[in-house]
């Protein structure tokens, strides 16, 4: 078995005893914590797909995270169906709003793109907090009656957590290790080379767009299915931007495990600035700004580009290698 093949048949059976044990062992706030963070992981993800892989900078990801949450609640009471039946719909509806965003947005540039994506949230909140069938600004909560044992509803919740936050990591490895995926760091690269040779950019960067708001859909569909509450200012607050930037700008954007550890970060900070110091509002940015400020200075490429060189670990890379020159030159 290759080196490669045996990383991933050991990561997925930890992942699987990870799932299994923790409902088991673990009180309701450690398994809600657990599941927050394979949320972020897989949002995280998403966004650096985005902004990592195809030179896609986004302000604007709350849009898929509040879409996902309201579409799930709203399937939940219309379609009399339990949450975690209702959460496929929170994914289509992401992916259906980025189809139909990708032409207007792909038509502008860099900072411009990611303005206009975040105009587009913006939009999305006014016209949730002004819909009366919606909750308007005073949100709603999520219909329950279809829950027949409220106990093992948070193990399922916990369980979608790891199937999305573990599917992320395995499914944007798995995207740029295909043809597509070489197409989107070419275009990342250099654009008008990649066009040059003949790679359409708008088709190679449509699917990632797609796929990123998929993604972030169905985990803020499940974030909010754990809460059982949502209102339009914690659903399409910019915060969920800040903590897909955070994570993936210190960790290492373009990488697999740099927004894991960014993640890790972000919530190992959370905990002790919030939890342990009590620091609130202000102060609790401020640090959190510090630390990204620091890390931008010392390590440019983020934790992981720091640490891989140093180790020589190699990591889940996405990265091709030349084929060795056979013959005489």
Same mark, same amino acid.
């Given at each position: 078995m290759k080196a490669r093949s045996l990383r991933w048949v050991v990561a997925a059976l930890a992942a699987l005893a990870f799932a299994l044990l923790l409902p088991r062992i673990a009180d309701a706030g450690t398994l809600r914590l657990a599941g927050e963070i394979l949320l972020a992981i897989g949002m995280v993800q998403m966004w650096n797909l985005l902004a990592g892989y195809t030179g896609l900078f986004s302000l604007g990801h709350q849009l898929f995270v509040g879409l996902g949450a309201y579409t799930l609640y709203e399937a939940t009471q219309r379609f009399g169906i339990a949450p975690h039946w209702?959460?496929?719909?929170a994914g289509v509806m992401g992916a259906l709003v980025a189809v139909l965003l990708a032409p207007a947005l792909f038509r502008l540039? !860099?900072?411009?793109?990611?303005?206009?994506?975040w105009v587009f949230a913006e939009i999305g909140y006014l016209i949730v907090s002004k819909t009366p069938a919606l909750g308007t600004t005073s949100g709603r909560p999520l219909d329950l009656s279809n829950v027949a044992d409220p106990e093992a509803f948070q193990a399922i919740v916990f369980w979608i957590a790891c199937a999305i936050g573990l599917g992320s990591l395995a499914g944007v490895y798995a995207l740029m290790r295909s043809r597509l995926g070489l197409a989107l760091l070419t275009v990342r690269d250099n654009e008008l080379a990649a066009a040059s040779v003949g790679v359409d950019v708008w088709r190679v960067r449509f699917p990632a767009f797609v796929i990123s708001g998929f993604g972030c859909a169905l985990a803020g569909g499940a974030y909010y299915m754990g809460?059982?509450?949502?209102?339009? !200012?914690s659903a399409f607050d910019i915060n969920w931007v800040v903590m897909m930037m955070f994570a993936t700008l210190i960790g290492g954007i373009g990488t697999l495990e740099g927004p894991l550890i960014g993640v890790l970060i972000w919530f190992a900070l959370r905990e002790l600035l919030t939890g342990s110091l009590g620091l609130q509002g202000g102060w609790y940015l401020i640090c959190m700004g510090a630390v990204a400020m620091v890390v931008s200075l010392m390590a440019p490429r983020g934790l992981w580009g720091w640490l891989q060189p140093r180790f020589g670990w190699r990591g889940w890379s996405v990265l091709r290698e030349p084929p060795a020159r056979t013959g005489a030159p």
């Open positions: 209702a959460l496929p719909f540039r !860099e900072a411009y793109f990611a303005i206009g994506l809460t059982m509450f949502v209102s339009p !200012e």
